[in-house]
């Protein structure tokens, strides 16, 4: 019994009342007859528009109380919005209403989930919701402010109306610290959108979820000032949140190679395929092109050919740290030292993990692979060592990241202008077209407008990013006997990338190759965020993550303190996993998707009085934050005022004992005690004799109230996947058998080079090295085999 109903409401950072009545269930007491039914026993759905897209709240209610609340709103904010969708279903099932207090730092999202299930509750009770409003505006401009990817510095955006109607919308982007390209596409596919449907409740552009939101959030408060300002009552911004309709058309199209994803290796294995003659279409989810790959810094090369043949001056040599001259025509590589000791890192008790031919494929082909690349407009520096190790294999994009986006731009138009090559952008292939035993295309759907396409292909190559994106392929894909991989994972790359295509071709006889590896980690922080303080500018500073000022704010203590270098960290096992000095970088996955940051009320004080004690190693804090890693030594006495704002927000916890701390998150409390006992033990001593760790850090865990920071592993992407041969064509699960016309590169396969025993290797870009290699040479194998 399941009936679906759109509820468009409010979602303003301002507090606005609900624009829906508000059923309640008669209340069962003493005084009531305990046989009088409540509800129409069954399942009821309701959607509301949260800012991301739309969140589906589904309650199964018996005669007498609701059994069961679920939540979908996987387009919410992660870390902010998903904290709301996660923890809203037991609340509500506990107090056996929708009246219960919003999730700190969720309002938005709270909203929309209460007002679903406030839907639900009006089914199941034959109650009624109010769905009109009339809407009138001052004529004028009007200005809001959104909270996007950066939480250091809003989006503003002006909008002008008459007394009806949205005439035009803008976007302040040269006051933001949002990353330009991924922001551009906001500008230019979701502004237009909402000015023709004259609605706030359009989807979000995919790639650029966090931006959109952030975009939408200051329309609409926009909105509410020209309504306020109009006589109308707050509540009429709900005539802004319509239903936009959907397309029925389904269009058949027909290529020779069709390449799913735009991301690094979709890119390579597009322009390789063009290149080789072949007529070629590119499809992505996503709102523009580049997906994760534009947001890094390079990929590993091994003696890019004009790099060897160059001299090199002010060239630091990675085994001897000196600046020299590179000499014209000297490696600046032993390739064959680098694939010994690539091999013996993915031996593990004697055996061999990954496949060695794909290690030695990416090391002999990635050099000619980026000059390759100059040939459609990227460019890059020559060759270093990389986080310190003794390889120059690290090859950064010339500009450090402003360039990325115009390194693309030119190369989709010279695929386009010059090869022929045509692409569909916010198109998801969703399963694969299989003929006989070979596949001949893929079904895809424009995630806009819903138009369907069936693309014939005589070859097709998945280049989708991974299964980052999917909580449910992780946790079936992301457990091995190595390490506690399971659960779900925060993450700083694209989350569009959900492995629907991969899980398509497993449907279909696929067969996988360390599909368990650990997800790509690079960064370390706390699970939640806070929004709405003010920012410190650190004079004469410039962030490594947006080229603008650097700041910090007080709104990451909570952050700074997750990966702190003189904290105490434990697993879900309530055991230290890691030297701690590790946390903001590489060794957060250790401890799975999940670690727990223990601090006593006598580091509190000196973190009161004196600050941080050194600003934590890495780039945690600088990716996550408000901007910056908070300087050390400067005194924090709003301390308890932020953490018990986290508190409330859910991802700090705080208590009188240890045990009682542990209880709280989930851990065992006696395990703890011991682990902390240990851990104090060593700080008194002065040496760690777990993990070494400087005894500078060593700081003691020490007095009442103790809190818990929970932290989170952030990966860019997932590492395992499809099993391939050197042609990259996708095998069966026997490892043997190729799957005719199906063809897998970048992270959909990239389980090859990696053991499920180890992490991601350290020598700088090995993904991006192995996204734009292997999607080159898959290109150009598929238009051979369509010849």
Known sequence: MKRKFMLWIVLAMVTLGLCACTPKPKEVTQETDASVNLYTPGEYEATAKGFGGDITVTMTFDEKSITNVTIKGDKETDGVGSRAVESLPAVILEKQNADVDMVSGATNSSKAILAAAKDC????TGTSVETEVAAKMAPGTYTGEGTGFRVSEPISVSVTVDEGKILDIKVDQENTSETQGILQSVVDKLLPRMLESQSVSV????????????????????LVQALVAGGSEESAIKAFYKETKKNSEVVTMDTDVLVVGMGGSGTAAALSAAENGASVLAIDKAGKWGGTSAITSGPMAINVPSQVKAEIKDWTDPITKEVITKPAGQKLIDAEALYKD????????????????????????????????TKFGFSFDPASGFAGNSWAAFTPYTGAKKLTESFYASAYDKFTNELAGKYLLETEAYDLIVTDGKVTGVLARNVVDGTEYKINAKAVILATGGFAGSGEMEETYLSNNYYPLKGSWRQFGMKQNNGLMLQAALDDGAGTFNISVP???????SDGFLSGYPSNKIEGAVSRATGRQAVWSIADIPLNMAVATNTLAVDSNSKRFTNENALSMFNPWISGSHFYSIWGNEQIKTLIEKGFFEEPYGVSTTYLGYGSSIPAGVPMPETEEILEAAIKAGYVFKADTLEELADKMGLDGGV?????????????KGKDADFNKDSKYLAPVEGAPYYGIVGSSYCYSTCGGLDINKNFQVLLADGKTPIDGLYSVGTDSMGVLFSEAKAYVTYGGAAQGWAFTSGRLAGKEAAETTK
Not at 121 to 124: P, R, S, Y
């Open 121 to 124: 509750i009006a089914q199941a």
């Open 203 to 222: 989807d979000a552009v995919t790639g650029a979820t966090a931006s959109s939101n952030g975009v939408k959030q200051a329309v609409e408060g926009a």
């Open 342 to 373: 690539w091999i013996a890192y993915t031996t593990v008790d004697g055996v061999q993990t990954a496949k060695p031919e794909m290690i030695r494929l990416l090391i002999d082909e990635s050099g000619y692979t980026i000059d390759w690349l």
């Open 519 to 525: 997800p790509m980690v690079h960064v370390g922080g």
């Open 672 to 684: 703890l005690a011991q682990t902390v006992d240990q851990y104090n033990t060593y700080c008194s």
